[in-house]
């Protein structure tokens, strides 16, 4: 059997389960799901051997990638922790009350994030071992509220973790991107990757890597280019030569 990978795909949906909360301007919302959603990583990273989990409802409702303890998560001083309260542009998106914020953690991200232990789970009783691939994409041009604002925006991006991403892993994902003749960050613009709060630091076994791709290379608006298909294949590829770590 081919070795496989757990593909996190947190960004990908526009779906907003319920709008409790949320400021009445419907255009407003739909505008902020169109500049953070990470469009098509349900395909772009999916294929018919890996494990995936996709998140099916937006960012903008409940961000399984943000910490739950709003004192761990560093947006959550700009208003957009584990559930956003206000725009990239700093204005108010909705009100979250200590019942909606309590009933959104249980009915969305714990359930979530429980799902991806649990196939973690499986993987190293099958396996003995298991890897995570966290699935993203980033605008050309970088967000109001982002950490880093450098001006360097390269086609690709691997975020790795100090425990839990292997020095080989990031070697090969180097050389990977190099022979294509594509530019990458290290940990740059964005930094980190997901690991269930069960093994996180805790549980060598599980290793992780983020891999961002620009949406310069496959998306026009909210459309797909030309060269989606020749991005595909280079993540696929990716994805390929990572398993043989």
Not at 192 to 208: C, F, L, N
């Amino acid at each position: 059997m081919n070795k496989k990978v757990i593909l996190h795909i947190p960004h990908s949906s526009t779906k907003i389960p319920y709008l409790d909360g949320f400021i009445k301007d419907k255009q407003k919302i739909s505008q902020e799901i169109s500049r953070l959603t990470d469009w098509y990583t349900d395909d772009l990273f999916s294929n018919k051997i890996d494990d995936a989990i996709i998140t099916p409802f937006s960012r903008l409702f409940c961000d399984v990638e943000r910490f739950a303890d709003d004192d761990l998560e560093a947006m959550s001083k700009f208003g957009m922790g584990v559930i956003y309260d206000k725009f990239d542009d700093g204005s108010i998106l909705r009100v979250v009350t200590p019942e909606l914020r309590k009933r959104i953690l249980q009915g969305f991200y714990w359930k979530h994030h429980n799902k991806l232990s649990e196939l973690v789970k499986i993987h190293l009783k099958t396996n003995s071992s298991c890897l995570i691939v966290d699935c993203h994409s980033f605008p050309e041009n970088t967000l109001n509220r982002a950490l880093n604002k450098t001006a360097f925006r390269p086609d690709f991006n691997i975020g790795t973790d100090a425990f839990h991403t292997p020095k080989k892993l990031v070697e090969v994902a180097t050389k990977y991107f190099e022979n294509l003749g594509y530019s990458l960050g290290i940990d740059e613009p964005y930094s980190g990757t997901i690991v269930p709060v069960d093994y996180y630091k805790k549980d060598i076994r599980v290793q992780s890597i983020m891999l961002e791709v620009n949406r310069k290379l496959y998306l026009s608006g909210k459309e797909k280019t030309d060269s989606y298909n020749k991005t595909k294949e280079v993540v696929q590829g990716f994805l390929t030569a990572i398993k043989e770590v």
